[in-house]
C-alpha cells in the first residue's frame, strides 16, 4: 500500500516543520513516543504543544496528548527553545533574485537550527526577513566562520545547484589570520586524508588517500602573524581549520584546533570576544539553470587585520 503524500506545512516564525516517523512499538499514546523518542524536549512540554495545536499527523490535524499509539504515521512539529541568547551581530544580503539568496554571515551565527539555536541561525532570520520559506542552504560554513552563504530557492532547482559541490565546480576562497612560519614554503598545497578524531567534534590527517586538498598562499606578513588565502578544492569538514592546524598555524580565535574551549554555560550568553579568523571571501559559479556567471565578494574584514597594517 501507497503511502499519503507528504504535506506542505507552514513556516512558524521563520522555522520549517520538523517530522519523525513513529516506528513499532507498545507506546500507549502519541505523547508517550515523543516524550521518549525526542527526550531533548521535556514531557511536559511535548504535552503543552500538542494542547496547544504544535504536533500535527500526517494529514496535517492536530495530534492530542492522548491520542493512542500508530506506528507507521509521521508527526510534525516546529522547533523552539523556551530561551535563546541572542546573537549581537547582523547578516547582510549581498544578492537576491528568483533562484538565488546570497548572504553575508557575521561570526557566531548558525547557519540551519542546531543545538542551542533556532532563531538566532541564519536560514531563520533569512526565511523571516525575505518571506521566502523555501530557502535552503547550498552549501554550509562553521558558525564560526564569516562570509558567504548561497541559499537555493525554487525547491526543484536545489540537485543542481547542490550537486555543483559535489562535482567541484565552484571556486571559493577564504581568508584566515594565523601564525607566522617563514621556514615553511609558500605557496603550497595541503593533500590529506581527514577523518573524525576521538577528540569531541575535531578531525585530523590519517594515512590513506586524500581527500581534502586546499591550495594555501600567503597574503601579507606583520610580526608574528601572516594574512593567508586559503582555496579548497574539496569540502570535508573543518577542512581549512585543520590542514592550518596540521602546519602548525592554528588560526587565531579557534575554539577547536589545537585544543578545545570548554563551552560557556546553557544559561550564560556565549563569549563574542574572539572570532575565529576566518572568512568565506569569494565564491564563484557557471549557474546550472541559468547559465551566467556567478561571482559574490563578502565585505567583511577580519578584525585582525588591523594589526596587519
Do not use: C
Not at 507528504?6 to 517530522?19: E, M
Not at 503543552?48 to 490535524?61: C, F, K, Y
Not at 558558525?143 to 559541490?165: I, M, N, S
Amino acid at each position: 500500500m501507497s503511502r499519503p503524500p507528504r504535506i506542505t506545512l507552514p513556516t512558524r516564525d521563520g522555522v520549517s516543520a520538523s517530522t519523525v516517523a513513529t516506528s513499532p512499538g507498545a507506546w500507549p499514546s502519541m505523547l508517550d513516543f515523543l516524550a521518549e523518542r525526542i527526550p531533548a524536549v521535556t514531557r511536559e512540554d511535548w504535552a503543552r504543544r500538542m494542547v496547544h495545536g504544535e504536533v500535527l499527523d500526517a494529514q496535517g490535524q492536530p495530534v492530542s496528548p492522548q491520542e493512542p499509539f500508530r506506528s507507521g504515521t509521521r508527526l510534525h512539529y516546529w522547533r523552539s527553545l523556551p530561551f535563546e541568547h541572542r546573537v549581537p551581530f547582523e547578516e547582510s544580503i549581498v544578492f537576491q533574485d528568483d533562484w538565488l539568496v546570497v548572504a553575508d554571515k557575521p561570526h557566531f551565527l548558525p547557519v540551519t537550527p542546531k543545538g542551542r539555536y533556532v532563531q538566532e541561525t541564519l536560514l531563520v532570520r533569512l526565511k523571516r526577513r525575505t518571506g521566502i520559506d523555501t530557502l535552503t542552504p547550498m552549501h554550509r560554513i562553521d558558525l564560526e566562520t564569516a562570509g558567504l552563504v548561497v541559499f537555493t530557492v525554487q525547491p526543484h532547482t536545489r540537485h543542481a545547484y547542490q550537486g555543483l559541490l559535489r562535482e567541484r565546480l565552484v571556486n571559493k576562497t577564504y581568508e584566515a589570520i594565523a601564525p607566522w612560519r617563514p621556514e615553511l614554503n609558500w605557496p603550497q598545497v595541503r593533500r590529506s586524508r581527514l577523518e573524525e578524531s576521538e577528540r569531541f567534534m575535531a578531525m585530523h590527517e590519517v594515512p590513506g588517500e586524500p581527500n581534502a586538498e586546499t591550495h594555501i598562499d600567503v597574503i601579507a606578513v606583520k610580526g608574528e602573524l601572516a594574512h593567508y588565502r586559503l582555496k579548497p578544492l574539496t569540502g570535508q569538514k573543518h577542512q581549512l581549520r585543520a590542514h592550518l592546524n596540521a602546519l602548525g598555524l592554528p588560526i587565531v580565535g579557534d575554539r577547536i584546533y589545537p585544543t578545545l574551549w570548554p563551552p560557556a554555560p546553557a544559561d550564560q550568553p556565549p563569549d563574542f570576544s574572539r572570532p575565529l579568523q576566518l572568512l568565506a571571501r569569494k565564491l564563484s559559479f557557471t549557474d546550472p539553470i541559468t547559465g551566467a556567471l556567478r561571482a559574490f565578494e563578502s565585505t567583511r574584514q577580519l578584525d585582525w587585520l588591523q594589526g596587519l597594517r
